[in-house]
C-alpha cells in the first residue's frame, strides 16, 4: 500500500513535469509567433532588406525564420527546464522556468513603443541619455516581470487543458516536436558545395592594409599636383610609394566600391552596388581577404556600420573580427549562411540587431549610435583616428601577418568637419555650403594626419618594412565613376620604381597585392595585377545608382519601384577610355561624354576605341554578368 503510493506520487510528479515542459515549449512558441510576425509586418510594410522579394518569398521568409527561431528556443528551453530540475523551491523554479518567453515578449513590447515614440515624437531608445537610460532599464526589467506574471496566469489555465492530454499523447508530442522541427528545417539545409583548399604555409607575408577613404579625388591630393598641400606627409614619403595617375573607380556608390576592390571582381558580376545588396552563393567566398585567410592572416576591418560592413556585405569566412567584434568560422551568421535561404539570414540578422542595439545601450554595454543620420549631419562620431590606432594594436600584438581594412569617413560629403582650419579658416561649419572646397581640402589634411600616424606608428612598433599599405577611394566625391580617384602602394620593398600612368581600375588591387605576395591570382578576379610589365591600358567600366531612399531606421538603401529588369538597380553605365568617358543611362537609353577632369598623362598617342567599340564593350559586359540587353534599343554614343 505504502509502496503503491509512493509509485502513484511518483507518476503525478512526473506528470507534472512533462505537463509543464509541455507549457512552457508551447509559451515559446507563441511568444516568438507574436514576436517575428510583429518584426516582420514592421519591415515588409517600409523599404527594406525584404523589398526585392515578391509577397510568396516575404511570407516564406517569415515561415522559415520563425520555425528557426522557435527550434532555437525551444531546445535553449528545455535545457534551462532540466537544468532547473535541481532548484528544489518550486517558486523560484517556476519563476526561471518562464523568463524566456517573458523576456521574447517584454523585448517585443519594447521594440513597439520603440518604434511609436520614436516614429511620433522622435525620440526613441537611440536618443536616450544617462537618466532616460536608466528610465529604458528599469523599464525593461519591468516588462520581463509583468510579462511573467501574465505568462503564469495564462499557463495555469493551459496547464489545466494539456494535464488532460492522455498520457501516450503527451509523450509522443514530447519526442514529436523536435523531431517535428528538425523536419521542418531539412528542407532548407543546403549545405555550400563552395569548397576552398585548406592551405598552410612556412612563408611569412607581409601585413597588408587597404586604406580606402571615403569619395576622395585624386586631383584634390598635392602627391597628384594639387596647387594646396594638402598631403605633405605623403609627399615626405614618395619614394616609397608607387602610384597609379589615372585610376578609377568601378562603382559610383559605397558598398560596390568597396565590394569590388576586396573581391576583384566586377559589381555587375556580384550586383552589389548598394544596400540592401550583399553578396550571394558562390560570391560569398570568393574574394581577397579568405584567400589571405588560408595563407594563415589573422583579417579585421575597422569601418562604419551599414555600408561597408563585411558582416552585412556577407563576406563569409573573410574576416576575424569587425569593428572590433570577433568572429569566427563557426559563428552563427557564418553558419547560417550555409543553412539558411538568403532572405532568412539577413531578416534573422536584422531582427537580432534591431533588438541587440537596443538592449545594449539600455543596459550601457554599447551606446546605440546612429550612423545613418551622423553620415548627413556630424562626422565627429566616425572617430577615423581610433580605426589606425587599433590597427596598430592589433599588429603590434599578433604574432600571424594581419589583414585589415580601414575605411576613413572624414571625407565623405557634403559636409565637412574637418579638425584643421589650413584652407578653411573663418568658414562658418554649422552653416557651411554643400560641398565646400575649402573644407574639403582640410579634410584631406585630417586625412594625411591620419596617414602619417599610420606610417609612423608601424615604424615605432617595427613593422613598417613588413607591411604594404594601399591607399584608394571607394568611388570620386559627388559618387561618381568618372572622376580620378588615388591608388598609392606603400611598401620599403618590391615596388615598381616609376609610376604607372594608363588607366587602372578598382577590381586591379586585389590581384596586385596576391601578385605582390607571390599568390596565383585565380581565374575569377577580372581584374590585372599592376605589377605586370605587360599591364596596358583597360577601357575602365563603371556603374552606379540614381536611386536610394530611407528605411524606417533612417538608413539609405535602393527604391524597390525602380529595381526592375533587365537592369535591376543599376541605373547608369560608364566607360573611360585615356581621358576619354561616356555614361549610358539605362532608364533612358541616352549618352553622354565628356573629357575626365584634370587627366594627368597625355593621350596624343592613344588610339581611342570608335562608337560601336563603346557601345559593344558596354553591351559585352552586361551581357557576360547575365543580363537581358535590349541591345537593338541602345543607340551608338554619338561622340561629337
Ligand atoms: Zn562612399
Redesign the pocket.
Known sequence: MEKARSTMTEESKNHNEETAWLNNIISVIIAVLCYSFMEWLFIVTKPSILSLENWIGKGLTLVISTIFISAGLAIITSIIFLLTKIISNHYIRFFVRNLVPAFILASLSLLLIDNFTYTLFGFGISTSQTISRVLYLLGFICLVLLWRVEISRVSGKTQKATSKLKPSLRKKLLVGLPILFLLLTLPFVKFSDVSMPSFSSEEKYPNIIIF?A??LNADHLSLYGYERDTTPFLRSIVETTFFSTNHFSNSG??SG??TSILTGKHPTTMRVLYPPDTLRGVDTRQHLPGILKLRGYYNAQFSIEY??DVKRLNFTNGFDEVDGEELNEFSLPNLLNDYLPINSRLFLQEIASRLTDRLKHIFFIKTMGNPYLEITTNQKYFDDLDKVNRSLSLIAEKDEPVFIHI?WMGT?GAKFYPDHTTFSSGIDRKNQNSWDQDLYDDSILDLDTGLECLITGLDEIGELENTLVIIS???GQQ?TTLKRIPLIFIAQSGLPKSNMVSNTQSIDIAPTILDYLGIPVPEWMSGKSLLNDSHVSQPVIGVGTAHALKDSENRFLLDPNYIQPPFYQFDYVTLVDCNKSYKLNLDEFTWTHSKVQNYFSSCDSHVFLTPSDVRNLIIARLTADGFEVPSESIPLPDIN
Open positions: 580606402t571615403d569619395g556608390s559605397t566600391g568597396v555600408f561597408v575605411h565623405h577611394s571607394d568611388h559618387w
